[in-house]
Nanobody
Framework: QVQLVESGGGLVQPGGSLRLSCAAS????????MGWYRQAPGKQRELVAR???????NYADSVKGRFTISRDNTKNTVYLQMNSLKPEDTAVYYC?????????WGKGTLVTVSS
C-alpha cells in the first residue's frame, strides 16, 4: 500500500508559476513510476507528466516546454514545476504512482489559472 499527499495547488494568473509536490509513504521501495494527471471540468483525466525509475520522463504535448517533473528518491517525493500557466491548465491535478502494476492516486489538488 502507498499513501500519497499532494500540496501546492492554488490560484495563479496566466503566465504565472506553481510547483506541486507529492509525498509517498508506505511501501515505496518498489515504486516504478511517479507522475501527475489532471482532470478539467467535463473532461477525462489525462496524463500530464511521469517519471520512471532511472529518470526517463514523458510529457503531454500541451505542457512540453512549460512543465518539468522531477523526483527526489530520498524523500519519496515527486514534483511538478509549472511555468507559463494558461487558463486551459485549470484542473484538479492528481498524483499517481505505480507499484508492481497497481496504480495509486492522491486526492487531488486544484489549480486555477485565471486573471
Amino acid at each position: 500500500q502507498v499513501q500519497l499527499v499532494e500540496s501546492g495547488g492554488g490560484l495563479v494568473q496566466p503566465g504565472g508559476s506553481l510547483r506541486l509536490s507529492c509525498a509517498a509513504s508506505g511501501s515505496t521501495f518498489s515504486i516504478s513510476v511517479m507522475g501527475w494527471y489532471r482532470q478539467a471540468p467535463g473532461k477525462q483525466r489525462e496524463l500530464v507528466a511521469r517519471i520512471i525509475t532511472g529518470g526517463s520522463t514523458n510529457y503531454a504535448d500541451s505542457v512540453k516546454g512549460r512543465f518539468t517533473i522531477s523526483r527526489d528518491n530520498t524523500k519519496n517525493t515527486v514534483y511538478l514545476q509549472m511555468n507559463s500557466l494558461k487558463p486551459e491548465d485549470t484542473a484538479v491535478y492528481y498524483c499517481n504512482v505505480v507499484l508492481r502494476g497497481t496504480y495509486y492516486w492522491g486526492k487531488g489538488t486544484l489549480v486555477t489559472v485565471s486573471s
